[in-house]
């Protein structure tokens, strides 16, 4: 079969919004957004690469997928790819560890969307956890959501932990202005600019900006191109962002339900992982525009061990880390926050990166995102809990018993009145497969934690565990039953300074391309390169990384199509429109109604409360309506 014909034309990561759909007879490929089983074909094998060598450096979610794809899809052997990883444990950011002895941690934890393509992509082939062959890690994560769909009951509390109205997003037709415009603008006219370049403050205050800035992790002087990503990415989830019902998550922590199964299938194959290798620089060859990766430098055992690269041998690195340099602490312990201008960024996570912006602009400019901590951090608390007061309290906003093995508080309960802008969730039960029944494993953390709290009279990252749980057990009304929920609490915290680092204001070129120009035999993966289109700080935007590493690297007969379409469909559109305004009516609503009433297309209209918009247009509507049928009759 000759399929060299097409071959070497292949745009490995179309752009959807730069692109016009239309069928033409020199095109053999899906749409740039065109998603679907069509995309999971795998090409011939050309045996080009059958002797390569890939060294993957950073063992996170993003290293791992480009592993399954040089073998999926390069069909290069499991056994020549090595991971180069300075840590002692693969995983990266998707951590989880600990027992109900000492306390457990996960640093943070997974919201997940159906629409994470690339994501599902990679673990429908991925064996299951607990499940036997032939079921996959995505048949198990269906099994457990399709029998236990997700929503909250108290997205909202305050006044010492009364649930506050979380039905309606309280914008203003000013706001929801805003909101409009932000997504008719242009990518490229928004460079360096922030949230609060663009919003008012009614919208920063509003109910929607509480559900938005604390479900994913926004602060207001952070990007608002970002943000217009955002909107754009999670367009269809909109009406579900109050009540969390848009949600679905894992069975267990994201190490256990991600990480274990897909290491584990990588090294069944054949993969090697080699830990506690510093990556502290690349040789790279320059020549005119062309770049080539010569050589790996590394730190093995206190000594610098070279890599040499060959003909065909491929390096991926991971650019940056935002856990990287996290630091811990305990119930009596504060973590240790000692990050300066000057030594921000320059721990062992970034050395590469930092290193290869020296070389040439093509690899973006790392002090963007990791030279000012006190823009970019935040911190988190991991409560392994006893039966205590707390518990209890708990159980007033849980939608099943939290001992019950199913959703519990259905995602984040923000508290709206706190200074550090504090948020705690309590997960699936159990939360790790070795946690004994009678443990609960609870998440907390807070946006503004350089605040004092409204209890304790200190920011977060200067309280201990115990400090931390008394400001949230204030916030709860039960702080007079403290000492039964510390007797009965481990609390291990972790204050991460770069934990939204990707979400600094930017501009064009200060995140690196996948393949950056010139380079032939190197990918950078992870949240801290550019694609089209997609939002970062999600595991669905590494994998997509990882994938177009391999299919640009090895110039494969394949597409990355770019994010799910669903923001192009009109019924998300005026879905999106009318939840906006709580349910109230879009512009033009009351007319499309009419026009569309009792056809085929009824369906696409949400359902409106109340439309208070159209009163006139609508009228003039049943006024053509009512000259169009006289015309007719009289005819």
């Known amino acids: 079969m000759n399929t060299t014909e097409n071959h070497r034309k292949v745009n490995h990561q179309p752009d959807a919004s730069q692109t016009r759909l239309q069928n033409v007879p020199t095109n053999t490929m899906p749409f740039p957004d065109q998603i679907g089983n069509y995309q999971r074909n795998i090409g011939l094998p050309d045996g080009k690469f059958k002797d390569s060598k890939v060294y993957i450096v950073g063992s996170g979610i993003a290293g791992l997928s480009s592993a399954y794809y040089f073998i999926r899809d390069g069909q290069i052997p499991a056994g020549n ?22 306390g457990y941690i996960i640093r943070g934890g997974r919201e997940m969307d159906f629409t994470y393509e690339n994501f599902w992509d990679m673990f429908q082939d991925i064996p299951a956890l607990e499940l036997p062959k032939p079921y996959s890690v995505l048949d198990e994560y269906r099994i457990v959501n399709d029998n236990d769909r997700n929503h909250s009951k108290a997205r909202l509390i305050h006044n010492k932990g009364e649930v506050k109205d979380f039905s309606k997003f309280g914008l203003s037709k000013k706001d929801q202005l805003a909101v409009m415009k932000l997504l008719l603008a242009k990518k490229e006219n928004l460079d360096d600019l922030t949230i609060e370049d663009w919003f008012s403050e009614t919208f920063l205050e509003s109910n929607f900006w509480w559900f938005w800035r604390t479900m994913f992790a926004f602060e207001n002087w952070q990007s608002l191109l970002e943000l217009k990503l955002y909107f754009h990415r999670f367009l269809h989830a909109i009406d579900g962002l109050n009540d969390l019902s848009s949600l679905v998550f894992p069975k267990y922590n994201q190490y256990d339900t991600f990480v274990v199964p897909l290491r584990k299938h990588l090294q069944e194959l054949g993969v090697k992982i080699q830990f506690e290798t510093v990556v502290k620089d690349l040789d790279i060859e320059i020549t005119g525009d062309k770049k080539i990766v010569r050589n790996i430098i590394t730190e093995q055992n206190g000594s610098e061990v070279n890599i040499a ?170 702080e007079n039953q403290l000492d039964n929920i510390i007797q009965n609490t481990i609390v291990k915290t972790s204050y991460m300074p770069y934990i939204t680092s990707m979400f600094l204001p930017r501009a064009k070129g200060d995140r690196p391309q996948v393949v950056p120009d010139g380079c032939v035999n190197l990918g950078l993966v992870g949240q801290f390169v550019e694609t089209n289109n997609d939002v970062v700080f999600t595991m669905e935007s590494s994998v997509r990384t990882a994938r177009i590493a391999v299919y640009e690297l090895l110039d494969s007969n394949k597409q990355v199509p770019d994010i799910n379409p669903l923001q192009y469909d009109i019924r998300h559109l005026l879905k999106a429109a009318n939840t906006l305004n709580d349910g109230k009516g879009f512009p033009g609503s009351g007319i499309l109604n009419k026009v569309l009433k009792n056809t085929y297309f009824e369906h696409i209209l949400p359902e409106i409360s109340h439309d208070e918009h159209d009163g006139f247009f609508a009228q003039q509507w049943d006024k053509l309506k009512g000259l169009f049928e006289h015309k007719q009759e009289g005819e």
Not at 81 to 102: C, H, P
Request: hydrophobic share 35%.
């Open 81 to 102: 790819i090595t991971f180069l990883e300075q840590l002692n444990i693969e995983g990266g950011s998707l951590d989880g560890s600990g027992n109900a002895e000492t």
């Open 309 to 478: 690269l060959r003909e065909n041998d491929f390096v991926i690195v991971t650019t940056g880390s935002m856990t990287e340099d996290t630091r811990y602490g305990d119930n009596v312990t504060a973590p240790l926050v000692d990050f300066t201008k000057e030594n921000s960024g320059k721990s062992k996570g970034w050395t590469v990166w930092n290193n290869l912006a020296k070389k040439s602009k093509v690899f973006g400019k790392p002090e963007k995102f990791n030279s000012d901590v006190s823009k970019s951090a935040w911190m988190s608390a991991t409560l392994t809990c006893k039966p205590s007061a707390f518990v209890e309290k708990l159980k007033e906003y849980s939608v099943n018993d939290p001992y019950s093995g199913k959703t519990v508080t259905g995602g984040i309960i923000s508290i709206t009145d706190s200074n550090w802008v504090m948020s705690f969730t309590c997960n699936r039960q159990p939360h790790f497969p070795n946690q004994p029944d009678d443990v609960l494993v609870i998440w907390v953390y807070a946006l503004l934690m350089d605040e004092k709290g409204n209890y304790v009279q200190k920011t977060m990252p200067e309280c201990t565990g115990n400090e931390i749980l008394a400001e949230l057990a204030y916030h709860l009304g039960i």
